[in-house]
């Protein structure tokens, strides 16, 4: 990936509906050759999708939570994800080093609502515990490049 790949890739992570033109702009591109780089971006994978990013409020779930899960055995990440991908309320699920198997990032609308998911985690095959901690506020929400 060189230096117009990384300006395209920023362009569309600050907005992922820029146009070609846009994304030319951005890259120093004409908008036919910001497609053919966006497109090369796509088909080799460094590019893995277009999103939304919703704001969490906006659907009224305005408790969030990280998770520390503790397994049974020993899952592979494959298993692990199977067993969380059907829990709405887990946005994000991340294996991590120490002592947890793995940090789960989850979203709710209050707290009975998020003690019902934790409850669901908690009941899925390799999860033998949990420890939770809620956020407070958010200090820093930076989109990822």
């Known amino acids: ?3 117009i790949d990384e300006a395209i890739v920023r362009c569309v992570v600050h907005n992922a509906r820029a146009t070609y033109a846009e994304i030319g702009t951005a890259a120093g591109l004409s ?3 910001a497609k053919r780089r966006l497109d090369r971006l796509v088909a080799t994978g460094a590019i893995r999708g277009f999103t939304a990013l919703i704001d969490p409020q906006a659907l009224a779930w305005n408790t969030e939570a990280f998770v520390e899960v503790f ?6 990440p494959a298993e692990l994800c199977q067993a969380l991908k059907d829990i709405p309320e887990v946005v994000e699920a991340c294996t991590v080093s120490g002592a947890a198997d793995a940090v789960v990032h989850m979203l709710a609308r209050d707290i009975p609502h998020l003690e019902r998911a934790i409850q669901r985690v908690r009941s899925t095959a390799p999860v033998q515990r949990t420890e939770s901690a ?3 506020s958010r ?6 490049v």
Do not use: Q
Request: charged share 15%; proline share 10%.
């Open 1 to 3: 990936m060189d230096a």
């Open 31 to 33: 908008a036919s050759a």
């Open 71 to 76: 397994c049974t055995g020993n899952p592979t």
């Open 134 to 136: 809620i956020v407070l």
């Open 139 to 144: 200090l820093l929400n930076r989109p990822r």
